[in-house]
């Protein structure tokens, strides 16, 4: 820290005697290089308020719970096994750090981890252009447009990301180190430091592996070549050692899915997610192609300038191109979708913006025609508007990183709610149906219900009051499983149906029609008998080679004295055969059935309703807005209360969207940007409930493999 701060306090313009009409440049440079440190301040506050209500997510807990200093390096639990393709034991190490100490109590702990070192980053990035001669202005520029970069919202509100942060800020600060010394210099002082500092790059993520591109660069540039080996021999021996003995036993490395499609999909892949970066960046996606265009002809016609007078900038342009390309080879099926997950975009946007500042700068250089000893008119002209435009950037980033806040907030509220109530039911006794090795919330393919159980017990959850509706929903998720076969003998009789028409079906299946296209259909069942667990045979038309597979949201309907309590719709995802079982263990309530898709469903094993079951009667089925499905066109259920006091009758793209947000296996949350993947991209498909129900000794060995 106090390099840094010497540093930054070296960087400002000296104070000199300029002519009259200069002083106020000066002034304004001046001002310039002071305010940078409350600029930083302001934009970790901003990012603290924003996340305040964020909690654990995703892969957190491997971090969290699976993985100790104890073990062999070759147990997949141990600190030196890779996650996923990246050598992540720093973050490992910093993650069993604050949970020894916080446990789950709060997240803020891990929280300020993150952004003490997205405050690095930002501080490294000025001094780093301020080392290159950019202005002072739009120095500040980049740090505004980083600090509030709410395009790459994951990487400074997701406190699992500090491995890409961490190897964003070794990484840049041994570039700034290497970077201070003179052309030819000896490396006896800095060597040292700059290696231990590539080599912790290395030891956070596969980011890593750009930085220490970048920082070859500068140190060729600064270095005799015998020097640069000496430098560079103890991160690059450690990383092959590590690959050779541990990172190749990974699950999903790189080269496990590499193809011929793979390298002639490489140039678009990289396109796409470097355009959409600077487009999003820039407030304004359908610009990125062109500015992508712009830096990347500035870059090569200037490279030669730049390796001789700003190699650090040199670097990091390089260190952006690669970063994308090393996604792009390890990238898994999420195509050019994953090329534009937010993690992504900070990473590349923080590489390449000091390089865009240059081009500005170099710009303002050429159009230079006033006396030599000062800043002529024209260039001031440059500088000021590629300022303007740097800010007003940021403030428009500010505005999606609301945004993305938001998101993120109402999905790990909900996520934190099911895995509250989900180790609450487990706890008690409540049995998942898919056994102790299942992870029944979405998101979180570490929370096994062995997992759950265990911290519910050792009281480590916060004590939050749950809701009859959450808990029901809960249920829904422990007790709901769609599967090939039957799992129960019990049967289910339709109660109630809403948008159908019933049609004769034989060998004891009824088929029933949707009444309308783009009605949102849906079924109540019940169980025959309230002691028996249950299943019913459910059957979609599948059309010859359409790789279109049908969705059930499955909900648990209990009726109290304010209406139906209908929980979020659990999604089951039918196989491309059509056919499946849906699987019920809590036949104290009823089974509502809702899909989007205009079609027809045919259920098969049911059974009969024998006289009133379970009390009800003809009121409690008013009691859902509906009548009972007797003949002729079927009655509707109506709109009865929700938990929220709403109508339940939204539509099903609603109601099963949400829950397929929170409930979709690994693969699926790409949509969101997540999971820190370069070399080792996920390449197995989204797991659903439908897969996740086997038996039990299947059910283990996928998760001794997701473990792996």
Known sequence: MKVLERASMSLGPPATSEEPEQRPWLLLEQWATRLHWP???????????????????????????????????????????????????????????????????????????????????????WVICRRSVLSPLLSLGVVAVVGFLG???????????IGFMGSLAFGLAAISRASAAQAGASTVARGPSISVLALASLMCSTVGDAMVVALAVVLFARYTRREVLKVLALPVASYAIWWAFVGRLGPGQAGSHLQLATFTDLPGYVWTGLATALGRTFNLESIGGTVLVGFLAWFLWDLRDLLNRRPAIAGL?????????????????????????????????????????????????????????????????????????????????????????????????????????????????????????????????DLTVAMLVRIERAHLLPASPLSPASLLDARGLLQLGLTERPLFSGRFYVMLSRGLIQLPGGNGCTTYSPTAIGAAPSLLLTPVSPR??????????????????????????????RGALIPAAVPLDVPGNGRAYIDDTYTRAHLLLRWTAAMPIR????????????????????????????????????????????????????????????????????????????????????????QRAQPAESRAQRAQRVNN
């Open 317 to 445: 342009g390089a260190a952006g191109l690669l970063f994308y390309l090393l996604v792009g080879l390890g990238r898994d099926t999420s195509g050019d979708f994953g090329a534009t997950a937010p993690r992504y975009i900070y990473i590349a946007v923080a590489l390449i913006l000091p390089v865009i500042a240059c081009a500005l700068t170099d710009l303002a250089e050429r159009v230079t025609s006033g006396p030599a000893d000062g800043p002529a008119e024209s260039r001031r002209v440059v500088l000021a508007c590629g300022t303007v435009i740097l800010l007003l950037t940021a403030l428009g980033d500010a505005g999606q990183a609301q945004t993305w806040a938001t998101g993120r907030t109402a999905l790990v509220r909900g996520l934190k709610t099911e895995i509250e109530a989900s180790a609450q039911l487990l706890a008690s006794g409540v049995r998942d149906i898919e056994g102790p090795a299942a992870a029944p919330v979405g998101y979180s393919p």
């Open 532 to 561: 028996q667990a249950a299943s019913v045979e459910v059957a979609f038309p599948t059309a010859a080679g359409s790789d279109n597979r049908a969705v059930i949201g499955a909900s648990l309907v209990t009726h109290t004295s």
């Open 151 to 161: 395009p790459g919202g994951e990487d400074l509100g997701w406190a699992f990301q």
């Open 39 to 125: 600029l930083i301040l302001g934009a970790i506050v901003f990012w603290a308020y924003l996340d305040r209500h964020l909690w654990f997510f995703d892969d957190e807990w491997e971090f969290l719970l699976a993985r100790g200093i104890w073990y062999a390096p070759a147990n997949p639990h141990s600190i030196w096994f890779p996650h996923f393709g990246h050598w992540s034991t720093l973050p490992v190490l910093v993650w069993r750090a604050l949970y020894n100490i916080f446990h789950l109590s709060t997240y803020w702990p891990y929280l300020i981890a993150l952004l003490a070192t997205s405050a690095a980053v930002l501080e490294l990035l």
């Open 603 to 690: 259920l098969c094993s049911l059974g009969t309703r024998a006289g009133t079951h379970r009390g009800t009667s003809r009121s409690k089925e008013r009691a859902f807005g509906g009548s009972t499905d007797r003949r002729g066109p079927a009655a509707r259920i109506g709109r009865p209360a929700t938990r929220e006091g709403a109508p339940a009758t939204q539509e099903m793209s609603t109601v099963v969207g949400a829950r397929r947000d929170s409930c979709c296996a690994r693969a699926q949350k790409m949509a969101l940007g997540r999971n820190n993947i370069i070399l080792a991209q996920r390449a197995q498909p989204a797991e659903s409930r439908a």
